[in-house]
């Protein structure tokens, strides 16, 4: 029986990460001025301090950044609005991209 | 008859408009004055092994040997100036010693000073990578940041730094003391001495401050007492951003050579543009790609004491070195 509980219990632990990323939401922000690192990264700061972010991917490019959400986390356009204005930057467009 | 006149009309419209052009041209687009440097090497490339980058974003000198902020792996690499990887240093963190995004570089008296664009703050490090001491904290009191992007240190070991955020540039004492500010907190301008998200900041020999006025594309000069001197990047230098010569597209990093020229990483227009100390435009190398004598992005810029020049190479990852004809 105790080889069988520590046995469920390493499976759970394995199984973790896999887990990790279900339910995890995923949303695209639009924000204008991208210029160049110094900006990418100072939207990643932001975002990334915001509760229940998980990921933040910024192209720059596109102008888009790409926010990861934890599972049963909460992420809203005021949220994200403040982050992008936090980091002097305004934003153009908010959605939800997918979901894991 | 009419229609003579109405053509008369526009043929000196046409010609006006032309004059004009080219008063334009002559006045705010210099030629150069010196032939463009050569290229000699590049190298890295993405990754995160030994000699590899993940956005290499600040690049400077200390004797024979080259640091790289290489800011996604949250570390420092040392290169000879051959591009021979040599060791790296720093760990992914927000303690002390530890590494969040580095970016623009300096060297001074045997110390490393790392901008950390992502834990607000200035680390100091001895050159083998020994953690010597943390300055400055996050918020946008005096002596603190928020998002510094470059630092510069004076022969009293006073330092300079670009405080991209907070929109000033501040000098402190080596303890972090607040000395003073150019620039108003939190305010963005560009008239003369004030910002628009600071990246970079550099001394000349002759105490001069240079700072690149990132997003006003055009550097701005201060004596040694901070009175503003001068400033220069398109016409006016009152953020019009273009791709002539002496214009640029985003400053992000500079440098000053023993003589005092001033070298800047003009990002967006994919190439580094040489000045004198008061401004006039000297050269240009660099142009957009990922081969030889090319650039994806310079972000960053060092010049050694031998004239060689290295650049940050933003999007390709990689170092390149570039050294004056003739040299």
Same mark, same amino acid.
């Given at each position: 029986?105790?080889?069988?509980?520590?046995?469920?219990?390493?499976?759970?632990?394995?199984?973790?990460?896999?887990?990790?990323?279900?339910?995890?939401?995923?949303?695209?922000?639009?924000?204008? @001025?991208?210029?160049?690192?110094?900006?990418?990264?100072?939207?990643?700061?932001?975002? @990334?301090?915001?509760? @229940?972010?998980?990921?933040?991917?910024?192209?720059?490019?596109?102008?888009?950044?790409? $926010?990861?959400?934890?599972?049963?986390?909460?992420?809203?356009?005021?949220?994200?609005?403040?982050? $992008?204005?936090?980091?002097?930057?305004?934003?153009?467009?908010?959605?939800?991209?997918?979901?894991? | 008859?009419?229609?003579?006149?109405?053509?008369?009309?526009?043929?000196?419209?046409?010609?006006?408009?032309?004059?004009?052009?080219?008063?334009?041209?002559?006045?705010? /687009?210099?030629?150069?004055?010196?032939?463009?440097?050569?290229?000699? %090497?590049?190298?890295?490339?993405?990754?995160?092994?030994?000699?590899?980058?993940?956005?290499?974003?600040?690049?400077?000198?200390?004797?024979?040997?080259?640091?790289?902020?290489?800011?996604?792996?949250?570390?420092?690499?040392? *290169?000879?100036?051959?591009?021979?990887?040599?060791?790296?240093f720093g760990i992914k963190g927000e303690g002390a010693g530890q590494l969040g995004r580095p970016m623009n570089l300096t060297v001074f008296g045997g110390e490393l000073y790392v901008a950390d664009y992502w834990n607000d703050r200035i680390e100091v490090f001895a050159l083998d990578g020994t953690h010597r001491r943390t300055i400055g904290r996050? !918020?946008?009191?005096?002596?603190?940041?928020?998002?510094?992007? !470059?630092?510069?240190? %004076?022969?009293?070991?006073?330092?300079?730094?670009?405080?991209?955020?907070?929109?000033?540039?501040?000098?402190?004492?080596?303890?972090?003391?607040?000395?003073?500010?150019?620039?108003?907190?939190?305010?963005?301008?560009?008239?003369?001495?004030?910002?628009?998200?600071?990246?970079?900041?550099?001394?000349?020999?002759?105490?001069?401050?240079?700072?690149?006025?990132?997003?006003?594309?055009?550097?701005?000069?201060?004596?040694?007492?901070?009175?503003?001197?001068?400033?220069?990047?398109?016409?006016?230098?009152?953020? /019009?951003?273009?791709?002539?010569?002496?214009?640029?597209?985003?400053?992000?990093?500079?440098? /000053?050579?023993? %003589?005092?020229?001033?070298?800047?990483?003009?990002?967006?227009?994919?190439?580094?543009?040489?000045?004198?100390?008061?401004?006039? *435009?000297?050269?240009?190398?660099?142009?957009?790609?990922?081969?030889?004598?090319? *650039?994806?992005?310079?972000?960053?810029?060092?010049?050694?004491?031998?004239?060689?020049?290295?650049?940050?190479?933003? !999007?390709?990852?990689?170092?390149?070195?570039?050294?004056?004809?003739?040299?």
């Amino acid at each position: 029986m105790k080889a069988i509980t520590i046995a469920l219990l390493l499976l759970g632990v394995l199984a973790a990460p896999a887990w990790a990323g279900q339910g995890s939401k995923v949303y695209e922000l639009g924000v204008d @001025g991208l210029g160049c690192p110094f900006c990418a990264y100072g939207i990643e700061k932001t975002l @990334g301090k915001v509760d @229940g972010v998980d990921r933040v991917d910024v192209d720059m490019k596109r102008g888009v950044v790409v $926010v990861t959400i934890a599972a049963g986390a909460d992420f809203d356009r005021d949220t994200a609005r403040q982050a $992008v204005e936090d980091a002097g930057f305004d934003l153009r467009s908010f959605a939800p991209a997918a979901e894991e | 008859m009419r229609r003579r006149v109405v053509f008369r009309s526009l043929v000196v419209l046409v010609l006006v408009f032309a004059g004009l052009i080219a008063a334009a041209w002559l006045a705010f /687009v210099p030629w150069p004055k010196e032939p463009s440097y050569v290229f000699i %090497a590049a190298w890295g490339g993405p990754g995160s092994d030994p000699g590899r980058f993940n956005d290499p974003t600040g690049i400077a000198l200390a004797g024979g040997e080259l640091f790289v902020s290489d800011s996604r792996n949250a570390r420092i690499q040392v *290169f000879d100036r051959d591009g021979n990887f040599k060791r790296a240093f720093g760990i992914k963190g927000e303690g002390a010693g530890q590494l969040g995004r580095p970016m623009n570089l300096t060297v001074f008296g045997g110390e490393l000073y790392v901008a950390d664009y992502w834990n607000d703050r200035i680390e100091v490090f001895a050159l083998d990578g020994t953690h010597r001491r943390t300055i400055g904290r996050k !918020g946008s009191g005096p002596g603190e940041f928020n998002a510094p992007g !470059g630092v510069a240190v %004076a022969p009293n070991g006073d330092l300079f730094v670009a405080d991209f955020h907070n929109q000033r540039v501040q000098q402190l004492r080596p303890d972090g003391s607040f000395v003073r500010q150019w620039g108003t907190t939190r305010e963005r301008g560009s008239a003369a001495g004030m910002f628009n998200y600071p990246t970079d900041v550099a001394l000349g020999p002759d105490g001069t401050l240079y700072v690149a006025d990132g997003y006003n594309d055009r550097i701005q000069a201060f004596s040694p007492d901070g009175a503003f001197l001068d400033k220069w990047g398109g016409p006016f230098a009152i953020n /019009v951003h273009g791709p002539f010569q002496g214009w640029f597209a985003t400053v992000t990093g500079l440098a /000053v050579d023993r %003589a005092g020229h001033v070298f800047v990483a003009d990002f967006y227009n994919n190439r580094v543009q040489k000045f004198a100390p008061d401004g006039t *435009f000297l050269t240009a190398f660099g142009e957009p790609g990922d081969g030889a004598g090319q *650039f994806d992005h310079p972000i960053a810029v060092a010049v050694g004491d031998d004239d060689t020049v290295f650049v940050a190479d933003y !999007g390709n990852n990689r170092i390149l070195a570039w050294r004056p004809p003739g040299g």
